[in-house]
């Protein structure tokens, strides 16, 4: 008898310490170039798809078709991606990154590509983050922004061409509430609703009105106000206003501005204009040349690049006004990749569609899909640990020794 009660308490403690090892997150989901990034409520991360670089950041460089557990990080609040690598924002307000470190991606201060997680230098205090192609953005709790990476198109805010290993301040912004990265420009919200705006401008995707091919300080976008939401792609730009209208600007060669305007390689908008036939938007997202925008009554609508079916309405035919993915209800959550999309509903499940050559979508396969199919990952489930045996674990227990 006393085996059995010993058994007990030694199980009940570890189901206890396992159940108060963590504070729920809100789950997220993000893609880069050619893989995907998740983040579940128990602070754990998961990633799938082309892993070269150690993006997926199980410590090993091969690719997955199916999600695998980022290794030796936890107690994670965001996830972000760059174009073949990753970000993670700790509870602590510290970052960490991984894969592709070239330009100084990860801000550890090397060159060295890395398939497990780094710590980002000299980053405290951070409450958002983002990744653009070749280069990362954090935001302070005190509203400063700061940058790392590749700066051939002064995306760090800063003249010459360079790139730095580490993290170094906007010095320009402050009191900046939110902040997002395009392929080559960067995006920022005041906390007025104002959007500003800094990086390669050859398309005009600054929304300032120009067309010059950089601008190292932040300008202000043209005639736009009560911003909530921004987001940036390979050369334009969309944001979300707070009743509920989405608004965008740059290139448009695959019809991504939404606003039913020709489509060709040399059209663009310098300056913000309506996507068409939208309403009642509570979030938006884009990674290369298609956008995402979510509903309040749960639905997706897409528009832009279908080549790959990343719009999700059975098809291969771009668009320049949104229509509606199929068969999505209760999303809660989107994100865009380079040729596919993301969604989580309501119960935590994954829905992936669109290109999938090196396992992007996550569902076991290498086929390209143009409707959403479930992948085998629900970021509200707890990941619970194995336990590991210690000197002072109790004996065995074997059928018959009571």
Known sequence: MFYCWAVFIFLSTVFTTYST??????????????????????????????????????????DRNTPVQVINISNVT????????????????????????????????????????VQTSDLTGVSAIDGGDSHGIALKSDGTVWVWGDNLYRQLGKDGYFQSHVPIQVSTLSGITSIAGGSQHNLCIKSDGTVWTWGRNDFGQLGDGSTSTYKSAPAQVSNIYN????????????????????????????????DGGTIGYSEYKAAPVQVSNLTGIIAISCRRDHNLALKSD??????????????????????????QVNGLNSISTIACGGSWSLAMKSDGTVWAWGGNYYGYLGDGTTTSRNTPVQINLNLTQITTPTPTPTPSQPPSVTTGSV
């Open 227 to 258: 911003v909530t939401a921004i987001t940036g792609g390979y050369f334009h730009s969309i944001a979300l206003k707070s009743d509920g209208t989405v608004w965008a600007w740059g290139r448009n060669d695959y019809g991504q501005l939404g």
């Open 21 to 62: 090892a963590w504070a729920s997150v809100t789950p997220k989901i993000a893609g880069g170039f050619t893989h995907s990034v998740a983040l579940k409520s128990d602070g754990t991360v998961w990633a799938w798809g082309y892993n070269n670089y150690g993006a997926l950041g199980d410590g090993s460089n091969t």
């Open 78 to 117: 965001a996830v972000a991606c760059g174009a073949y690598h990753s970000l993670a924002l700790k509870s602590d307000g510290t970052v960490w990154a991984w894969g592709y470190n070239h330009y100084g991606e990860l801000g550890d201060g090397s060159g060295s590509h890395k398939n497990s997680p």
């Open 298 to 323: 749960g639905t997706v609508w897409a528009w832009g690049a279908n080549g790959s079916g990343q719009l999700g309405d059975g098809t291969t035919t771009n668009r320049n006004t949104p229509i």
